[in-house]
């Protein structure tokens, strides 16, 4: 028991949500019948709820998703079924989150969640390039003459749309403390307060007594490098020179 009141730790119950909810969901991708790949999307749209139901920490299930899915439609490998089935994944988090809170004004709280709003942006640009392509309509416009994928010029759309609809109705104070917010969690990752500053588990890790003390400068450097080899090949389908690019700014971001 974690407590004198007896509350048992919720670590172990999440993180078995957390991998059964990444199966899934790879099983989703790797799937080729539409069907069974939204059929698997959904379960890991359960089973991603469940950990945020269960433990707070379920945000990071729901980012991985939907940063990946975002990555996929940003180099412009987002195909119809995986539309379907990221849009399965999503409807059923969303509606097992709101059964299991029974509380709507929640439920309203958590869709002005970055990474909720990140998924819509998926949803309606999928939704969008599909009727685009569909039905031929200004392609060659809003695709900038092929210089830029459609999905990535959605992409921009949909946020000059968000980012003025938000300067209109909350006005400038509203835009600069998201983006003091967001400048804040890239500082403090760990977070700021006495609750989370004291928790062993929060410890942050510093570079010299924790990361050198307990590794050294040779597998530190190993691993560093292995990192920015592994971005670079797996930008293999893009440009050399972008995908170099992307490599140089990758490493100056880690170090």
């Known amino acids: 028991f974690r407590t004198m009141t007896g509350l048992s730790d919720k670590e172990s119950l999440a993180f078995f949500y957390l991998f059964a909810g990444l199966y899934f969901f790879v099983k989703a991708i790797k799937e080729k019948e539409i069907k069974k790949s939204m059929i698997f999307a959904s379960i890991a749209g359960i089973l991603t709820s469940l950990m945020n139901l269960v433990w707070g920490g379920g945000q990071f299930l729901t980012y991985i998703i939907v940063l990946f899915s975002f990555e996929e439609l940003f180099f412009n490998r987002f195909k119809r079924k995986d539309y379907l089935s990221f849009s399965s994944w999503f409807f059923f988090y ?3 989150i709101l059964i299991g809170f029974k509380d709507f ?5 958590l869709l002005l969640d970055p990474g909720v709003v990140i998924a819509i942006a998926i949803i309606v640009t999928g939704i969008t390039s599909f009727l685009i392509r569909k039905n031929n ?3 060659t416009k809003i695709s900038l ?12 759309i949909f946020f000059l749309i968000a980012f003025t609809s938000a300067l209109i109705i909350k006005g400038w104070n509203y835009i600069l403390a998201k983006l003091n917010f967001i400048l804040s969690l890239f500082l403090n990752p760990i977070g ?19 990361w050198l003390g307990s590794f050294g400068w040779v ?3 190993m691993f560093m490098f292995g990192s920015i080899l592994l971005f ?3 930008l293999s389908s893009i440009k050399f020179k972008f995908r170099l690019l992307l490599t140089i700014i990758y490493s100056i971001f880690i170090f």
Do not use: G, Q
């Open 105 to 109: 004004f929640y439920f309203i709280y």
């Open 192 to 210: 700021s307060s006495r609750l989370t500053l004291t928790v062993a588990e929060n410890m942050s890790p510093f570079f010299r007594p924790d």
């Open 94 to 96: 969303a509606a097992f």
């Open 137 to 139: 309509l200004l392609t």
């Open 219 to 221: 597998f530190f450097l």
């Open 232 to 234: 670079f090949k797996a």
């Open 145 to 156: 003459n092929n210089n830029i994928p459609l999905s990535l010029s959605l992409i921009i």
